[in-house]
Nanobody, 116 residues
Framework: QVQLVESGGGSVQPGGSLRLSCAAS????????MGWYRQAPGKQRELVAL???????SYGDSVKGRFSISRDNAKSTVYLQMNSLKPEDTAVYYC??????????WGQGTQVTVSS
């Protein structure tokens, strides 16, 4: 069974930083596209960042220059480093995985709150 477990969420002041982790199991991690999405109450779930099996990275416009995605295939883990956090970054952050065969999986989500 595929399992994605996020950690590292919490509460931080504007301008602060957090690092989210997503530990994956149940698949050949290195061949999968990994990503982070977020969803605030009353809003659409939006893409935050993606990283392919080859290491190609893309970011949503709202986080470019502030967030950084990375992966450690030996640990089957994907990370999201979040810097210069803003109140509008407040959301539940979800880890996501897409396999070469097209299967898509979500983690359970972790809350990030940015407030003063």
């Amino acid at each position: 069974q595929v399992q994605l477990v996020e950690s590292g969420g919490g509460s931080v002041q504007p301008g602060g930083s957090l690092r989210l982790s997503c530990a994956a199991s149940g698949s050949i991690f290195r061949v999968n596209v990994m990503g982070w999405y977020r969803q605030a109450p009353g809003k659409q779930r939006e893409l935050v960042a993606l990283i392919t099996s080859a290491g190609t990275i893309s970011y949503g416009d709202s986080v470019k220059g502030r967030f950084s995605i990375s992966r450690d295939n030996a640990k089957s883990t994907v990370y999201l480093q979040m810097n210069s956090l803003k109140p509008e970054d407040t959301a539940v952050y979800y880890c996501a995985q897409r396999t070469p065969g097209g299967s898509f999986h979500w983690g359970q989500g972790t809350q990030v709150t940015v407030s003063s």
